[in-house]
Every structure is written in C-alpha cells, then in structure tokens.
C-alpha cells in the first residue's frame, strides 16, 4: 500500500498533538505512560517528537485516557490553530 505525502496541516496537527501529550505526561514517567496505554514508549516517543504525524484513533484515544484528557480536549487543541486560521 503507498501511503501519500502528508500535508503541512497534518504534519503541524501531529506536533499540536505530539506537544500536548507531553505537557499533559509532566513528570510521569514515558515508559510507565505507554506501557499503561498499551504501546511501546517508542511509539510514545515517535507521537510525541511529532515523528508519527498520523497515530492510530485507538492509540490516541488510550494515551488521552491514561492521562486524564478528553477526546474533546485532544481535538480542540490539536486543530487549535486551524480554527484560527478560517
């Protein structure tokens, strides 16, 4: 399967995203984090560094569980500055 180039929209949500897991961690440990999620810490990592632009729902949804965030707030913060721009 090719997978298309992804668009600076969706490269910029990635590091919105990536940016506010890691707020949201603080001090907890990553690999405590993830291993409670259900992922690797490397794909912790990848998400948070903005590396993995594009996570899976589930993936997402697990990390925002673990650490107390809604799915509305994930959203709202990861198209912050779109909303903005229109």
Do not use: C, N
């Not at 405590?32 to 999620?37: F, K």
């Not at 992922?39 to 993995?52: A, H, N, Q, W």
């Not at 594009?54 to 909303?83: I, K, M, N």
Request: hydrophobic share 45%; proline share 5%.
């Amino acid at each position: 399967m090719v997978r298309l180039p992804l668009s600076t929209a969706d490269v910029e949500r990635g590091q919105r995203l990536g940016a506010l897991l890691r707020r949201a961690r603080g001090t907890r440990p990553m690999l405590d984090t993830a291993l409670a999620a259900g992922i690797s810490p490397e794909t912790l990592r990848k998400i948070e560094s903005g590396r993995v632009a594009t996570p899976a729902f589930t993936t997402v949804a697990a990390v925002a569980v673990v650490l107390g965030l809604s799915l509305d707030e994930v959203w709202s913060e990861v198209t912050r500055s779109e909303r903005v721009a229109s």
